[in-house]
């Protein structure tokens, strides 16, 4: 099974409505990331997480929200989603100590209409 | 400003070359530096990393990359590439304890 899993895959939703992309993880790790990507830009950090009580801002934070229910889950939320908000979403995990290595889900291929 | 440049967007060589994928930082303390694989409708995989010691750091599926400081680079190298290597490749500075800054990625394509 995978370490860091993120569901949905894919979504297409409209304008105006709100989802949640979920991320789990059974690596143990404190800390949580959410990214976007969009091509030719790399990956942005929307949100990170180092423990449940302890969530900040990325660079692009706008137009999002975060949920972090318990260590192994940080869920995204779009409140009113909007075409430009059409990107690929990643979820990552880190060990609070030691390495900086982030670990990464499969992605969200989101399409707002 | 903090910021990773791979300069080449796309790249295409035959299957058996040799590769090498550049990747250019600007950071001010020594950074970490870590190199990601990104396959068709795939994650990010990991391939190699560097913190400190050895300059030339060996990763996984054969790659390798050199940390050199005086050019503020860490190029990512493969003696004889495989068609299974066509992906894309993510560079990455690791800037603090949690923020990474990553590069906007070199699309390889191999020629059968």
């Known amino acids: 099974d995978a370490d860091v899993t993120q569901t949905p895959r894919n979504r297409i939703t409209k304008t105006g409505k709100r989802i949640m992309l979920e991320c789990s993880q059974t690596?143990?790790?404190?800390?949580m990331y959410w990214y976007r990507q969009d091509p030719g830009l790399g990956l942005r950090l929307i949100y990170y997480s180092f423990d449940v009580k302890d969530i900040n801002k990325g660079e692009i934070s706008d137009g999002y929200s975060v949920s972090r229910q318990a260590q192994a889950k940080f869920s995204l939320s779009l409140e009113s989603a909007i075409p430009n908000q059409t990107a690929l979403y990643f979820c990552a995990t880190s060990p609070r100590k030691g390495s900086h290595e982030q670990y990464f889900g499969p992605g969200t291929r989101l399409t707002v209409t | 400003a903090q910021s990773v440049t791979q300069p080449d967007i796309h790249i295409t060589v035959s299957e058996g070359a040799s590769l090498e994928l550049r990747c250019n930082y600007s950071?001010?303390?020594?950074?970490?530096l870590f190199w990601y694989v990104q396959s068709p409708g795939q994650g990010l995989q990991l391939l190699l990393k560097?913190?400190?010691?050895?300059?030339l750091v060996q990763g996984i599926k054969g790659f390798e990359a050199e940390f050199k400081r005086s050019q503020s680079s860490f190029n990512l190298r493969k003696p004889s590439v495989h068609w299974s290597d066509a992906a894309e490749y993510f560079c990455?500075?690791?800037?603090?304890?949690?923020?990474?800054?990553f590069g906007t990625g070199t699309r390889l394509k191999v020629l059968a």
């Open positions: 950071y001010g303390a020594t950074p970490y």
């Open positions: 690596k143990g790790h404190d800390r």
């Open positions: 990455a500075v690791g800037a603090g304890t949690y923020k990474y800054i």
């Open positions: 560097y913190f400190s010691g050895d300059t």
